[in-house]
């Protein structure tokens, strides 16, 4: 997600490469980490590589294994407790709601959906807490989980690095960026639900 009242340029250079681990890491599979602008810490420290302030080399493979652990630790704490969710009261770091669209989009998509929630905000972090509560095979859940690390957090960090590289002043017009990745990322949610609004009328 992203908090428009972050200055993320300056939150991502004082946050550093443990910050971007850590923050990644709890977006990924933290049940309360749901609200933290993954996606767009992500391409603003793709874009501060390309300032010299980030290594490329160092900073994209960080951010998959990070991303690789967080959906890791998300399974097994589905596979523990996870039940426990679908009967936990509303509170300010968890909505039922979020558990209900990331089952919604999971059932849609199956295993899949591991792979295809990187994308999307707030489902990205639930889905692999369902593949624990499901009794996903580790193992299958494992590749996906590479998959979507790899496709997810080094491909909007390569990203921003290629822009801020490539086009000049790319800076400036941070903030229309990551609205087009959030609606981007968005889209296989709406279509998903369209989907299930044709099978509900058919």
Not at 16 to 28: A, D, H, K, R
Request: proline share 5%; glycine share 10%.
């Amino acid at each position: 997600m992203y908090l428009p009242h972050i200055e993320l340029i300056p939150f991502v250079k004082a946050i550093g490469y443990p910050g971007i681990f850590g923050l990644v890491f709890i977006e990924s599979g933290v049940f309360f980490g749901f609200f933290l602008p993954g996606s767009s810490a992500l391409f603003t420290a793709g874009l501060l590589c390309a300032q010299g302030l980030f290594s490329p080399w160092i900073l994209i493979p960080l951010v998959i294994v990070a991303a690789i652990l967080g959906d890791s630790i998300g399974y097994w704490f589905g596979a523990k407790v996870g039940v426990s969710l679908f009967f936990k009261k509303d509170s300010r770091f968890f909505k039922h709601e979020h558990l209900e669209k990331a089952k919604e989009f999971y059932d849609a998509h199956g295993m899949q959906t591991i792979m295809l929630a990187r994308f999307i905000p707030v489902v990205r972090t639930f889905a692999p807490i369902l593949a624990g509560i499901t009794q996903m095979r580790y193992k299958v859940f494992l590749l996906y989980n590479f998959i979507g690390a790899v496709l997810w957090a080094g491909g909007i960090t390569f990203l921003g690095y290629y822009l801020g590289a490539k086009v000049p002043f790319v800076s400036q017009y941070i903030t229309p960026i990551i609205a087009l990745i959030i609606i981007v990322s968005l889209l296989p949610l709406v279509r998903n639900l369209k989907w299930r609004k044709r099978e509900d009328l058919a």
